[in-house]
């Protein structure tokens, strides 16, 4: 009865209302409790029950037209379900079905509305309570805050010493930085020695040992780190408890669920049936292994996402094929784990740009549905304006998860996802776009420049009068691009996707069968090259048996490839301005000695061509850009597609478009 009293009287429906007359109705109510996946009502039965959630969670399922079962809602503790008083009877309109393992207090509704027909503080309280539900009912649903998918996360690993506390902590601070929500780890480790607590330094750690769990007591044992992460520490012995264990764990997650937005549990490697408890009622499951053939224990899920976690692996390991797979690597960082274990301070805290700090901050965000996508896409040299977009996103310290890129947007992209400092491929482009690094990026290696080559030879060398010309062959793109591979090289090097710091895609298109191409694999430099291959300007490529050109004439801003990838925040970045727009380049005035698309000898037989086939990619890129959350379009008409030598001035426009799109992008971020 006491227990019964406490319970009622925490209950919205009975605030306010004196011990005496509680005395008199907590006799009808009795305690039960129901395991998750169990149906406690069904839509279209006639019952006379009234129910109160004491803790656990269920869910409200109603069914469509087609006849199939839809989640209205999430009832939590402290909410009520069932024959409700004062209504009359009818069949039920939903199902209610436990989520996490449920008790409740049920109560005939006949027996209930005898008990409280002279309490007016309760028919107030319920009154009101009634009147709030029915009057969301009439509006079809309040619009609720958006809920975190993944609440209770589960973190196991069959191998021993394989970093399941490392992991769950560091993951823990990580979900606090990147969702600003709610986190507590919960230790179901079964040790003593080696727990959550001990390894952050909180020292005593109050253990939770008693089968007679409320909230209260759970407050009373959780304990906060300085980085704010809350620990709630479980005794062994009472996980070592087979009926007692497991009903404390589905307490414990019941009154969680309540007070924080993600439970990590650290659980056992040995598999009890605290750990299979713990797992089953999860959402998630993080699968901690250093063997990537090894296989997560499939018996024990039927409901949970997975997510692989490689730590301690071989460091030759194919990251492409480990990412393809949805798997996270954690790479080998001993350093800045035995500082974590002698300061008691997690590595994502000390050292949050270390790669290791880095892949749990991907983490967090793939759990926290907030990772963010970057697609960059063509407009030859106003493609520089993408530096200027990568510089205002480090400003304001907006991590990047995946890139894709088009055209210019794979050069740049490319660069930034090999971990190029941004400071670098800014300081090679100045110089590549100045007036001698643009002749020797635009001279053609394939072209009779007997007249155009000494004209602009004499302008930037006038006196200078020896001149080579080199001799023509027949092609079908005027420039070789062998000076964009040496920049290539020089800048970035020679990579393999699999060496990419982020995760990149590069589009190009196969000009015999018309296909888009779409790299995630093999050589970036030549997926690079082959997608910066304008028609008539550089030369196809042939590369892996297809003949590739420029990717931004199938895919102008490659969003799609983000999309494949599961990126939730999706940037989309457009360099490439409206016919109309772009008009702005012929009537700017050009600084004297500059090689301006007006006034070049070398350019005007296809600058109409490329400013035609431009104005089509701008259109076809407001349609294919729909699935972006955020579009960035820097104003860039002004300079035109050839002057290379504007590039200090573009960065600063893609600075400016980002800037203004930031609040945008924040409130992405930390929305709920």
């Known amino acids: 009865m006491p227990d019964t009293l406490f319970l009622l009287k925490n209950n919205r429906i009975f605030r306010g209302v004196s011990d005496d007359d509680l005395q008199k109705i907590a006799p009808i109510f009795e305690k039960r409790y129901y395991p998750r996946g169990m149906r406690i009502c069904e839509e279209g039965e006639i019952s006379s029950f009234f129910y109160i959630l004491l803790s656990g969670q269920v869910r409200v399922l109603r069914k469509n037209e087609h006849g199939q079962e839809v989640e209205l809602d999430l009832l939590d503790q402290g909410m009520f379900f069932g024959e409700i008083p004062l209504l009359p009877s009818e069949p039920r309109l939903t199902s209610i079905e436990v989520l996490i393992d449920a008790e409740v207090f049920q109560a005939d509704k006949v027996r209930f509305e005898q008990a409280i027909k002279t309490q007016t503080t309760i028919l107030y309280n319920l009154g009101q309570l009634l009147s709030k539900k029915l009057h969301v009912d009439q509006r079809g649903g309040e619009k609720k805050t958006k809920r975190v998918k993944y609440p209770i996360i589960c973190v196991y690993g069959t191998e021993e010493n394989i970093g399941k506390s490392l992991v769950a902590v560091n993951l823990g601070v990580s979900l606090l930085q990147e969702t600003k929500c709610r986190v507590i780890v919960v230790d179901m480790g079964m040790t003593y020695q080696h727990g959550v607590a001990s390894l952050l330094k909180m020292e005593p750690t109050r253990y ?118 949805g798997y996270h690597l954690l790479p080998r960082d001993y350093q800045a784990i035995d500082l974590f274990f002698s300061t008691g301070i997690p590595c994502v805290t000390q050292n949050p740009e270390s790669e290791l700090s880095k892949a749990f901050g991907r983490l967090a965000r793939d759990i926290g549905k907030k990772t963010i996508g970057l697609a960059l896409g063509g407009g030859s040299a106003r493609g520089m304006a993408h530096i200027g977009v990568f510089r205002a996103l480090e400003q304001h310290n907006i991590p990047i998860d995946m890139i894709s890129g088009s055209s210019a947007g794979a050069l740049i992209g490319s660069a930034y996802a090999a971990g190029v400092p941004i400071e670098k491929i800014e300081q090679a482009v100045l110089k590549w776009g100045s007036k001698t690094g643009l002749l020797r990026l635009t001279v053609p290696d394939v072209f009779d420049v007997k007249y155009y080559g000494k004209a602009i030879w004499r302008k930037f060398h006038p006196k200078r009068t020896s001149w080579e010309p080199r001799i023509f062959r027949p092609g079908i793109g005027i420039f070789s691009g062998v000076e964009v591979n040496k920049l290539y ?179 992405l971020r930390w929305e709920t």
């Open 208 to 325: 939770v040992d008693s089968p007679s769990i409320s909230q209260e007591y759970i407050e009373q044992h959780v304990v906060t780190h300085q980085t704010l992460l809350d620990v709630l520490s479980v005794s062994p012995e009472l996980l070592a408890e087979e009926t007692k264990g497991r009903e404390s764990i589905a307490k414990i997650l019941g009154i969680l669920k309540n007070l924080y937005d993600y439970i990590i549990i650290d659980t056992s490697s040995r598999l009890n049936r605290s750990t299979f408890e713990a797992i089953d009622l999860s959402n998630m499951m993080l699968f901690v292994t250093s063997n990537i053939a090894q296989e997560y224990p499939l018996i024990m899920l039927d409901h949970q996402e997975v997510r692989m976690v490689i730590n301690l692996s071989d460091a030759s390991l194919d990251k492409g094929a480990l990412r393809e797979r």
């Open 489 to 667: 090289l020089n800048v970035v090097g020679d990579p393999d996707f699999n060496d990419m710091k982020i995760p990149l895609s590069i589009t190009a298109l196969d000009m015999n069968s018309g296909e888009e191409i779409t790299f995630e694999r093999g050589n970036v430099r030549m997926a690079v090259r082959a997608s910066l291959s304008i028609p008539g300007v550089f030369t196809p490529v042939a590369y892996e048996g297809r003949l590739l050109i420029d990717g931004s004439i199938a895919d102008p801003v490659p969003v799609k490839a983000l999309v494949k990838r599961h990126a939730d925040i999706i940037i989309a970045v457009n360099v490439t301005p409206s016919l109309q727009d772009s008009l702005k380049s012929l009537r700017s005035p050009k600084k004297e000695g500059t090689l301006a698309v007006s006034r070049s000898p070398l350019l005007p037989m296809f600058d109409i061509a490329i400013r035609s086939l431009q104005s089509l990619q701008y259109e076809l890129s407001t349609i294919k850009t729909t699935q972006a959350s955020v579009h960035i379009n820097p104003d860039v008409g002004d300079v035109a597609w050839s002057e290379f030598f504007n590039a200090g001035s573009l960065i600063q426009k893609g600075l400016e478009a980002t800037h203004a799109a930031i609040p945008q992008i924040q409130h």
